[in-house]
């Protein structure tokens, strides 16, 4: 009987990964390159026992229904195998924010999900070999075991022990803040996974996309280690209408965002017309993520609050990868 409680951030893809090479393995058609975020964690305990028949998991305090307690417990399944381990699990998982809001709650969940997992089951491996697990479970969890500034690689084995994330820079290397405008708390319509096939299947920008990828990737990565603000603002804001020109132009196209996100869009080029640098990212869903230095959090803050339709701001900085709470074996 083993038992471990981890805590893990979610985060935000400056660099966007949209498409996978391999769907089995979970391995991404492209690199990304994100910012762990400090307001947003999920923290889960994992126990493992021989009397339970049956993996049992609880989001925020309730059962978890019937489809996320099968991809928990394949999730599981990766680490009893390598454990040599088959007894079933207890899995308590909470996160200190709306689940599927559009927040990459999967970032967060499957990242200290790995930790607590693969610690309560008696594992102890380097970050290299968590990412690498994290990833089976979210593409974006790859990167939550790492803190500040991460780039996922996509990797070239078919196996994937190289499609794993390593830091750029930890969270204190630069004090950016990143305030999240909630447009909508609905749950999205089309999951990443089935958004991204359908991208793969059905869009010619799909090869474009996968072609330019590391021009993307490099140019954020020199910005990023110069910390120059206007080039990274620029190349995120070009990043995310990228992916998301990628996923209108399937067939059916894909439409992530709302009336409210646009607003905020337009809201974030008219702060930077006006002198404030500003600049927006957005994910598989309506919520708008800007990115601006300390000095300009206020006024951003005070702009995006008076769109009508914003329903209300988290304002984070830079946050820690993931770490272990207490363990008990
Ligand atoms: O980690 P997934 O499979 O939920 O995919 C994440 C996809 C985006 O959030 C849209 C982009 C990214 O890189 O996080």
Avoid at 45 to 72: I, M
Wanted: charged letters at 20%; one cysteine or more; glycine letters at 6%.
């Amino acid at each position: 009987m083993a038992q471990a409680t981890a805590r893990a951030h979610s985060n935000i893809a400056l660099i966007k990964y949209w498409g996978k090479r391999d769907s089995s393995l979970n391995l991404p058609a492209v690199g990304s390159i994100s910012v762990t975020l400090d307001a947003l964690h999920t923290t889960t305990s994992v126990h493992f026992s021989s009397e339970w028949p049956t993996d049992r998991v609880e989001l925020n305090q309730a059962p978890a229904d019937e489809k996320t307690t099968q991809r928990v417990s394949r999730f599981l399944d990766i680490i009893r195998q390598n454990a040599h381990i088959d007894e079933r699990a207890l899995v308590l998982s909470a996160n200190n924010f709306p689940t599927a809001a559009g927040l990459a709650s999967s970032a967060s969940a499957f990242a200290a999900l790995a930790l607590a997992a693969s610690t309560a089951a008696g594992l102890s491996v380097s970050p290299a070999q968590l990412s690498e697990w994290a990833r089976r479970g979210s593409g974006s969890a790859a990167r939550s075991i790492f803190g500040g500034f991460v780039e996922m690689h996509k990797g070239r084995r078919a196996d994937g022990r190289d499609a794993v994330a390593e830091p750029l820079a930890a969270a204190d290397f630069w004090d950016v803040r990143i305030v999240i405008a909630i447009t909508s708390e609905q749950a999205k319509q089309t999951g990443s996974t089935g958004g991204m096939e359908q991208s793969k299947n059905s869009s010619v920008y799909y090869p474009a996309w996968v072609d330019t990828a590391e021009e993307d990737l490099s140019a954020m990565r020199n910005a990023l280690l110069q910390k120059d603000f206007t080039r990274v603002g620029e190349l995120s804001e070009y990043s995310c209408l990228k992916m998301h020109a990628l996923a209108l132009s399937g067939q059916p196209g894909l439409l992530y965002w709302n009336g409210v996100t646009m607003d905020v869009m337009h809201a974030v080029r008219n702060l930077r017309r006006q002198g404030t640098e500003a600049y927006f990212t957005i994910d598989a869903g309506p919520q708008v993520k800007v990115l601006c230095l300390p000095e300009h959090q206020n006024t951003v803050e005070e702009a995006l609050q008076q769109i009508p339709g914003v329903l209300r701001l988290i304002t984070t900085r830079p946050g820690t990868g993931a770490h272990l709470l207490g363990e008990k074996a």
